[in-house]
T-cell receptor
């Protein structure tokens, strides 16, 4: 079955430290890949997306993600975390076979220490 | 500004009552979705619609119903058959070109 795994439920980093959030997917072909961010009680905002081409994609708010086909991974990174980055982060895939169904991971909650 | 509007933001329902959550979009998107979010479970798909007058069940459709009479609107009814309806509900829409889904701000439903 198609699935998305975010192995880290919670991550705590200090402000100014680097960040990497992990995402692995299970699917036969390379799907479309997304990272979303959610502040408490709010909707989801797209950070970045990958469809094809360059495997390192840049997003908003200084985030980037790298697609690694061999590892079926799409990890999110940020070189220096700001206190305002504290939120929940969701990885999602959309199979490239014509389906309209997104599959979301269970999320990683990020806490930033001052 | 284009976007997705969900209303109300907070909703309280007595057990045994049906309640309808509103979702309106002015992005001219064809596809619309309803997700349920519970702590630690991510987003689970309830229903989705690719075009007007057509919709499909998602992974947790039991106890929910939808309609898609207009392109702009995709209301979700939580019926009394839904055993545990207290949750955060998110509506989303997407255009044809397989780009990202846009989300509303959510409705928090509490059964009292």
């Amino acid at each position: 079955a198609q699935s998305v795994t975010q192995p880290d439920i919670h991550i705590t980093v200090s402000e100014g430290a680097s960040l990497e959030l992990r995402c692995n997917y299970s699917y036969g072909a390379t799907p479309y890949l997304f990272w979303y961010v959610q502040s408490p009680g709010q909707g989801l905002q797209l950070l970045l997306k990958y469809f094809s081409g360059d495997t390192l994609v840049q997003g908003i708010k200084g985030f980037e993600a790298e697609f690694k086909r061999s590892q079926s991974s799409f990890n999110l990174r940020k070189p220096s975390v700001h206190w305002s980055d504290a939120a929940e982060y969701f990885c999602a895939v959309l199979p490239a076979s014509g389906t309209y169904k997104y599959i979301f991971g269970t999320g990683t909650r990020l806490k930033v220490l001052a | 500004d284009g976007g997705i509007t969900q209303s109300p933001k907070y909703l309280f329902r007595k057990e045994g009552q049906n309640v309808t959550l509103s979702c309106e979009q002015n992005l001219n998107h064809d596809a619309m979705y309803w997700y349920r979010q519970d702590p630690g479970q991510g987003l689970r798909l309830i229903y989705y619609s690719q075009i007007v007058n057509d919709f499909q069940k998602g992974d947790i459709a039991e106890g929910y119903s939808v309609s898609r009479e207009k392109k702009e609107s995709f209301p979700l009814t939580v019926t009394s058959a839904q055993k545990n309806p207290t949750a955060f509900y998110l509506c989303a829409s997407r255009n044809r070109d397989y780009t990202e889904a846009f989300f509303g701000q959510g409705t928090r439903l509490t059964v009292v």
